[in-house]
């Protein structure tokens, strides 16, 4: 009997550890050049922008972060918690951006009642998230890339638990400066 139940979850064990690797194995690596994007968006600082892009942050540093679906609970967590911290990311000259698969209305919605003050895009059929290794259809999954004032990508987190993750990205941002 137990010769049999190994014999069992050990194909389980690896489909599943192979199936994990392979969902990263197309996310840029530290040190390549960050993914360029044209998505709409919103950002409630400046609403006359509907079209944002890569190049629209050039000069900065940019924290990417991919995320599940607005007015969820971890979802909201984190999209607060880089809000409190947003100041403290404008002292580093970083922006923040978050990108999920929700329309622009809903983004418009969650920063609304969130009060999220940095800038939401739309991505829908998630081709930027895939980009970013970041896609399981038909959501984007929570990683977040650090990218530099130079367009790379200084730091990645992969499966990012949302809990004070914003403060863990704020430290790094201070230790590469």
Request: with cysteine; glycine share 6%; hydrophobic share 40%.
């Amino acid at each position: 009997m137990r010769n049999l139940v190994v014999s069992i979850l050990i194909p389980f064990i690896f489909l599943f550890n192979f199936n994990s690797a392979i969902a990263f194995d197309f996310a840029p690596e530290v040190g390549d050049k960050a993914p360029n994007f044209q998505l709409e968006g919103f950002n409630k600082n400046i609403k006359s922008k509907k079209i944002w892009e890569l190049n629209d942050f050039q000069g900065k540093w940019i924290v990417i972060y991919f995320y599940p679906k607005d007015f969820t609970a971890g979802c909201t967590l984190e999209a607060k918690g880089f809000s409190e911290l947003k100041k403290d990311f404008s002292k580093y000259n970083a922006e923040i951006v978050g990108i999920s698969a929700d329309n622009q209305d809903s983004h418009e919605s969650f920063c609304s009642e969130k009060s999220i003050n940095y800038t939401l895009l739309s991505d829908p059929d998630g081709i930027i998230s895939d980009k970013y290794g970041s896609w399981i259809p038909p959501f984007s999954d929570r990683n977040t890339f650090l990218i530099s004032p130079e367009g790379e990508i200084s730091y990645r987190w992969i499966s990012v638990l949302p809990i004070n993750h914003a403060k863990e990205v704020l430290n790094l941002l201070k230790k590469k400066i």
